[in-house]
């Protein structure tokens, strides 16, 4: 029986199982679809664009592939995505005391809103991070910086990864190109 962490959304799946598991539909679906050509490349020419984050990171490993087969599948011209909440900090620019204020143009008016279009789902990815905590002093410190530590300072510290699950969106799950086409 495989281990499973209880989520309390009922169906017993953890969020890194359901990632999984929309990765392995969408693998099958992508043999099935190549059963009748098996001469035919993996991704066709069009789609071979890697996939990016709004802010200009390329994804990579399997969430590069994931997705890039998305982006055949339902034919996203640009393979660009987003999470929920970077859609949303398009509309406002947080303070220092963290208050948000809405963004405007250069007549002071507001900028037109941001959002995911109604009914779209998300595409999960995975990200790694971790944790580093020093063994006698209990102390954490950034991974940056214990990746710069000499070998004999790395053994006084335990690392523990965390496999985090991000919903993303394609750009034009959003009215981004028709909100702010400048972005």
């Known amino acids: 029986m495989a281990y499973r962490k209880f989520n309390g959304n009922g169906d017993g799946q953890s969020a890194e199982d ?8 969408l693998m099958v679906e992508k ?3 190549l059963q009748s050509d098996w001469q035919k490349p993996w991704f066709t020419e ?3 664009k890697w996939p990016k984050n709004l802010s200009g990171r390329e994804y990579n490993g399997m969430n590069a592939a994931m997705l890039m087969l998305l982006c055949e599948k339902n034919d996203y011209r640009l393979p660009v995505f987003c999470t929920f909440n970077r859609v949303t900090g398009l509309n406002y620019s947080v303070g220092k005391d963290g208050s ?3 963004l405007v143009d250069d007549n002071g008016e507001n900028l037109p809103t941001v959002t995911v279009n109604k009914g779209e789902k998300s595409c999960p990815i995975f990200l790694t991070s971790f ?3 020093n063994r006698e002093t209990k102390e ?3 991974y940056e910086d214990y990746k710069k530590l000499s070998d004999e300072e790395k053994k006084e510290h335990n690392v523990y990864p965390k496999l985090n699950v991000y919903n993303v969106f394609n ?3 959003t009215n981004l190109e028709q909100a702010r086409p400048e972005l």
């Open 100 to 102: 948000r204020k809405p």
């Open 140 to 142: 954490k410190i950034k």
């Open 18 to 25: 359901r990632a999984l598991d929309r990765f392995a539909d």
């Open 31 to 33: 043999i099935k679809s």
């Open 171 to 173: 750009v034009a799950q």
């Open 46 to 48: 069009g789609s071979l």
């Open 131 to 133: 944790t580093v905590v």
